[in-house]
């Protein structure tokens, strides 16, 4: 997976570099194609789920305390990625893909039986909502840890291609909420969601899919390979530097900071619904921007993006207390594009910097690890800013986003490519 070893000229951040400086587009490859179109018929589901089924509770009980309980269901699901990792780094992908797609279509099916009728109990929602979300990690950690199997000769590109495809959807999925609704109601979008399940479940039928292991990366039970993961995340300091760095932008730039961006909004400024779902779009094209254009570059120097994701995340915070509403919101479009674009070089350095048969594993307490300021931040925002106001405490955020460079500035050096250990003295880690 890295590139130790190669002279400094034909160096790539995905293996020996292409004639045109980095390794070609995976949009070359049609098997590629295949599965990026199943991951986005399957995307635009999940999207259009996460927005429809929270404005459903909302409009159902008008607790706004039951629909954040609800949005919580997603994240909650890191606590399991060390598991998921280490079944998919010991059983390979293919025994949590499908699985993990029937599980969520069930659990849907059942949502929408049981949750849908204007008198149904509100408990099946949170149930079955659950088992959606625990069905989605499954499926998840498989179908991403197996591009590197499925694509070894370009898998940083192809993950990167697949998180910008993410990131579009994301955009795509409320937008067809607000079309559709009209039309079809709740109860038909999320019966459209159901059906994007087994979009890639006939791509794998096609024959596109991550390839049968002939052994168990590693012996021992769970527990060791776990402990197997550890050391071999130990080998790699520059994810651990990583990790550091990015704390800080997890805590700030989570849905705590939106919320209270949006609240600023509508209670200083009393802009209407109208204007704010305006504003909303600009967003989320200035994180598709930012996700589009770290993850579609043909190499990646990592330290030199995440040096200025932080300084203008961070910057653009600090401005964000502003008095001028105009300032505020210019400040906040560039906030998302920094963020995501931190986001992808979150990701992809893990797929750069680890082995494929330790991606399940480490990736998934990577995860664990950055989920905990993720869950924190939508408690920690609303009670700063409560103490202090949104001015003061979009400046604390501002100032704790740049606290990452200090530690990045500590490290400059291991974060270069010739700082990471070379894959034979990575795998004997995992002896």
């Keep these: 997976m890295t590139t130790q070893g190669l002279p400094a000229d034909t160096r790539s951040d995905d293996g020996p570099a292409a004639p045109h400086g980095g390794r070609p587009s995976p949009w070359r490859d049609r098997r590629f194609r295949i599965f990026a179109a199943g991951n986005v018929a399957n995307n635009i589901g999940e999207a259009v789920y996460a927005v429809a089924l929270p404005l459903f509770v909302y409009e159902r009980t008008g607790s706004l305390a039951v629909m954040s309980f609800l949005a919580v269901l997603t994240p909650a699901t890191l606590l399991l990625a060390p598991l998921l990792g280490a079944i998919v780094d010991r059983h390979g992908a293919r025994v949590l893909v499908v699985p993990g797609l029937l599980v969520q279509a069930a659990a849907a099916v059942a949502l929408n039986l049981t949750g849908l009728a204007p008198q149904a109990p509100v408990w099946p929602l949170f149930v079955f909502g659950a088992l959606v979300q625990i069905g989605g990690a499954a499926y998840r ?91 071999t995340l130990r080998a790699t300091p520059v994810l651990l530097h990583a990790m550091l760095v990015f704390v800080p932008m997890l805590l700030v730039g989570t849905t705590g900071t939106m919320a209270l961006s949006l609240f600023r909004l509508q209670d200083e400024w009393k802009l209407s619904a109208q204007t704010v779902g305006l504003i909303l779009v600009a967003v989320r094209i200035a994180g598709v921007l930012g996700t589009v254009l770290v993850a579609e570059r043909k190499t990646f120097p990592f330290r030199t993006i995440v040096l200025a994701g932080t300084i203008g995340m961070g910057t653009a915070l600090l401005v964000m207390a502003s008095g001028s509403v105009h300032v505020f919101v210019a400040a906040m479009v560039a906030m998302v594009g920094f963020q995501a674009a931190l986001a992808v070089a979150s990701d992809l350095m893990v797929f750069h910097f680890v082995p494929a048969d330790a991606l399940g594993r480490i990736g998934g307490i990577v995860d664990l690890a950055l989920g905990i300021p993720v869950l924190a931040a939508p408690l920690i925002i609303p009670a700063l800013s409560t103490a202090l106001g949104a001015s003061a405490s979009f400046l604390i955020l501002g100032a704790l986003q740049l606290t990452g460079l200090l530690w990045l500035w500590h490290t400059w050096r291991q974060w270069s490519p010739n700082a990471v250990h070379p894959p034979d003295r990575m795998a004997s880690a995992m002896a």
């Design 141 to 231: 950690t498989g179908w991403m840890t197996g591009v590197a199997h499925m694509f070894p000769d370009n898998p940083v590109r192809s993950r990167a291609s697949l998180g910008s495809l993410y990131t579009i959807t994301n955009v795509i999925g409320p937008l067809l909420v607000s079309a559709a609704l009209l039309w079809i109601g709740y109860a038909g979008l999320l019966w459209l969601n159901v059906i994007t399940f087994f979009a890639p479940i006939v791509v794998w039928l096609i024959g596109v899919h991550p390839p049968r292991l002939r052994a168990p990366a590693s012996g021992g039970g769970m527990g060791r390979q776990l402990a197997d993961g550890v050391r």
